[in-house]
């Protein structure tokens, strides 16, 4: 019954900004922590950020970490991903999703339940 759509991606140069939305529906996430994951063709589905149900706690993956800024605003149901100074390795379809009634994000795919359709970043110079 959840549904969650991404949106916010698009086409930017290097060294520049994207803010990701990601909407949820059918239920509240309040009560669950939310994940952002990256997929490149040929390439494994990565684990981006992930934020805890309350929006106290952050996880980043090494690559982004000190450049990309994951947020929630759960009145709303919706979380964001704030990414600045982009490189060309960030290219790739976004993904977010949720790990239902769990409180902690974790960085492994198989821990979340849910899933949005993607968003494609594509960053050039």
């Known amino acids: 019954q959840v549904q969650l759509v991404e949106s916010g991606g698009g086409l930017v140069q290097a060294g520049g900004s994207l803010r990701l939305s990601c909407a949820a529906s059918g239920r509240t996430l309040s009560g669950s922590a939310m994940g952002w994951f990256r997929q490149s063709p040929g390439k494994e589905r990565e684990f981006v950020a992930g934020?805890?149900?309350?929006?106290?706690?952050?996880v980043y993956a090494d690559s982004v970490k000190g450049r990309f800024t994951v947020s929630r605003d759960n009145a709303k149901n919706t979380v964001y991903l704030q990414m600045n100074s982009l490189k060309r390795e960030d290219t790739a379809v976004y993904y977010c999703a949720t790990r239902t009634q769990s409180h902690l994000p974790s960085t492994k795919t198989h821990e979340y339940t849910y899933w949005g359709q993607g968003t494609q970043v594509t960053v050039s110079s």
């Open positions: 934020i805890s149900a309350s929006g106290v706690t952050t």
